[in-house]
Nanobody, 124 residues
C-alpha cells in the first residue's frame, strides 16, 4: 500500500525557515513534488524533483528561496524553505508520480499519490 507522510510544518515569522520532509512507502517513484494551497485559493505547484535528484523545478515565486532535494534511490524528499513570506502560508502537499516525462513535473493531475498535507503559517 502506497503512503506518503509529510512532516515539518509549523508557524514561523516572516524571514524565517522551515524544512518539510516527505516519506513515501510502497514503491519507488520517479518524480516527487511539493504543491501548496493557500486559504481560499486553488492548489498550486511549488517544486519538483526527478528520480535521480539531478533535475529540479520551481515555481517563480519560490526560486532562490526554496530548495527541493531527495535522497538518491529513496522515496524521501525534502523542501528547505528560507526567507519565508506571509504569502507562503498554506497547506503543503507531497506528491509522487510513476511517470517520467519531465514536462509533467509541474502538473498536479500527473501525480498518482498524495500526502494528507502539512500546515505552514508565516506571520509578519
Amino acid at each position: 500500500q502506497v503512503q506518503l507522510v509529510e512532516s515539518g510544518g509549523g508557524s514561523v515569522q516572516a524571514g524565517g525557515s522551515l524544512r518539510l520532509s516527505c516519506a513515501a512507502s510502497g514503491r519507488i517513484f520517479y518524480g516527487m513534488a511539493w504543491f501548496r494551497q493557500a486559504p481560499g485559493k486553488e492548489r498550486e505547484f511549488a517544486a519538483a524533483i526527478n528520480g535521480n535528484g539531478d533535475s529540479t523545478y520551481y515555481t517563480d515565486s519560490v526560486k532562490g528561496r526554496f530548495t527541493i532535494s531527495r535522497e538518491k534511490g529513496k522515496n524521501t524528499v525534502y523542501l528547505q524553505m528560507n526567507s519565508l513570506k506571509p504569502e507562503d502560508t498554506g497547506v503543503y502537499y507531497c506528491a509522487a508520480r510513476t511517470g517520467g516525462n519531465p514536462s509533467a513535473a509541474r502538473i498536479s493531475g500527473r501525480y498518482d499519490y498524495w500526502g494528507p498535507g502539512t500546515q505552514v503559517t508565516v506571520y509578519s
